[in-house]
């Protein structure tokens, strides 16, 4: 069974950072292309970024573009995303979500992790 | 490319037949997934490449269309159906969703 645990969420303030991180379990990791997807308050999904299976390719929403990293370490079965410069409209939660094989569709998602920017 | 789901919201009733469409502003072939949301869970998967079933979805679930503009159709609207609905589009980044259509009951 896939499971995708996010944690690393939190309250930051206007122009701090976070590391949010996801632990991958009951699949071959490094074999899948993984998301980032968020949502805000009472708000639809929005798509953040995504990373290969070996980590070699990786892509951004507009949004976030030259703020956020996405990465991942196969040797630990987790993905991690860095979110800089976080404004107010940074608040959301954060889900981790596995792709069905290369860039594609979502078949899994994780509980999520809310990240609260807020002076 | 802009993905614009419609409607934003709709109430129908039980057994009725409800239609949601997703219009791509450019051609996407069949590289479209829709998702379901229920109230306070994380989004599944309905339908992938357009028209596929996922494994375990009932069939009175059902998807078609190719290029730009797509369709998400529930034969006999359930009282569990209640969410909201997404497309999102997978040919290229960004993998961008529609904004959503929410399904509430008559």
């Known amino acids: 069974e896939v499971q995708l645990l996010e944690s690393g969420g939190g309250l930051a303030q206007p122009g701090e950072s976070l590391r949010l991180s996801c632990a991958a379990s009951?699949?071959?990791?490094?074999?899948?292309?993984m998301n980032w997807v968020r949502q805000a308050p009472g708000k639809g999904l929005e798509w953040v970024s995504v990373i290969s299976g070996p980590g070699t390719y990786t892509k951004y929403a507009a949004s976030v573009k030259g703020r956020f990293t996405i990465s991942r370490d196969n040797s630990r079965n987790t993905l991690y995303l860095d979110v800089n410069s976080l404004t107010v409209e940074d608040t959301a939660m954060y889900f981790c979500a596995k792709a069905k094989k290369s860039i594609s569709w979502i078949d899994s998602w994780g509980q999520g992790t809310l990240v609260i920017v807020s002076s | 490319i802009q993905m614009t789901q419609s409607p934003s919201s709709l109430s129908a009733s039980v057994g009725d037949r409800v239609t949601i469409t997703c219009r791509a502003s450019?051609?996407?072939?069949?590289?479209l997934a829709w998702y379901q949301q229920k109230p306070g869970k994380v989004p599944k998967v309905l339908i992938y490449d357009a028209s596929t079933l996922q494994s375990g979805v009932p069939s009175r679930f059902s998807g078609s269309g190719s290029g730009t503009d797509f369709t998400l159709t529930i034969t006999s609207l359930q009282p569990e159906d209640v969410a909201t609905y997404y497309c999102q589009k997978y040919n290229s980044d960004p993998l961008t969703f529609g904004g959503g259509t929410k399904v509430e009951i008559k």
């Open positions: 009951g699949f071959t990791f490094g074999s899948y292309a």
């Open positions: 450019q051609g996407i072939s069949n590289y």
